[in-house]
T-cell receptor
Framework: EAQVTQNPRYLITVTGKKLTVTCSQN?????MSWYRQDPGLGLRQIYY???????DKGDVPEGYKVSRKEKRNFPLILESPSPNQTSLYFC?????????????FGPGTRLTVT | AQSVTQLDSHVSVSEGTPVLLRCNYS??????LFWYVQHPNKGLQLLLK??????LVKGINGFEAEFKKSETSFHLTKPSAHMSDAAEYFC?????????????FGTGTRLKVLA
């Protein structure tokens, strides 16, 4: 089954404790992206990657890091989480082909930072 | 720069009545437009997409949307609401011709369906 998986699905942590949210896709997509969803703000892009070893900032990159060492994986790293990073996070992937624009989303990771 | 505005943050309809969720976009280039649905505690599911083919786009679960360039709109409609349509809906613009590949999300419209 074609899918994007994220782990963990729920995470409660304390300020300053480094954490990683994993994202993996099995569709051989070149493009992957991370979003955060906050009430009344929709989804905002954190980082994206157009292929292995190619990443770039989205609209709200502060406090986050990413890496793309393999095509299927795109982890999101919070080196020193703060309470304002409490949010619902989504990973997504898409083919780079011009005929296919749809992004496929993971199930989401709900992060609480106390 | 591209942007998208969802004109209503909340919409309530009675079961069996039509649904209209409004979306206006701004894009310097030829846009691709999408509607996604998010049911409570679920991820995002694609309802339909417009990519410069037919201006009237049919999606899943009886939803459709019409691309109107003159009005810069891409409103989502359904003739008859069902209880299972209660969810949050996001309008998205993607400006691929600009080379950025970025999705810009609207702030969402929460649809409530009354019995």
């Amino acid at each position: 089954e074609a899918q994007v998986t994220q782990n963990p699905r729920y995470l409660i942590t304390v300020t300053g404790k480094k954490l990683t949210v994993t994202c993996s896709q099995n569709m051989n997509h070149e493009y992957m992206s991370w979003y955060r969803q906050d009430p009344g703000l929709g989804l905002r892009q954190i980082y994206y990657s157009m292929n292995v070893e190619v990443t770039d900032k989205g609209d709200v990159p502060e406090g986050y890091k990413v890496s793309r060492k393999e095509k299927r994986n795109f982890p999101l790293i919070l080196e020193s989480p703060s309470p304002n990073q409490t949010s619902l996070y989504f990973c997504a992937s898409r083919s780079q082909g011009l005929a296919i624009y749809e992004q496929y989303f993971g199930p989401g990771t709900r992060l609480t930072v106390t | 720069a591209q942007s998208v505005t969802q004109l209503d943050s909340h919409v309530s309809v009675s079961e069996g009545t039509p649904v209209l969720l409004r979306c206006n976009y701004s894009s310097s280039y030829s846009p691709s437009l999408f509607w996604y649905v998010q049911h409570p505690n679920k991820g995002l599911q694609l309802l339909l997409k417009y990519t410069s083919a037919a201006t009237l786009v049919k999606g899943i679960n009886g939803f459709e949307a019409e691309f109107k360039k003159s009005e810069t709109s891409f409103h989502l409609t359904k003739p008859s609401a069902h209880m299972s349509d209660a969810a949050e809906y996001f309008c998205v613009v993607s400006d691929l011709n600009s080379g950025t590949y970025k999705y810009i999300f609207g702030t969402g419209t929460r649809l409530k369906v009354l019995a």
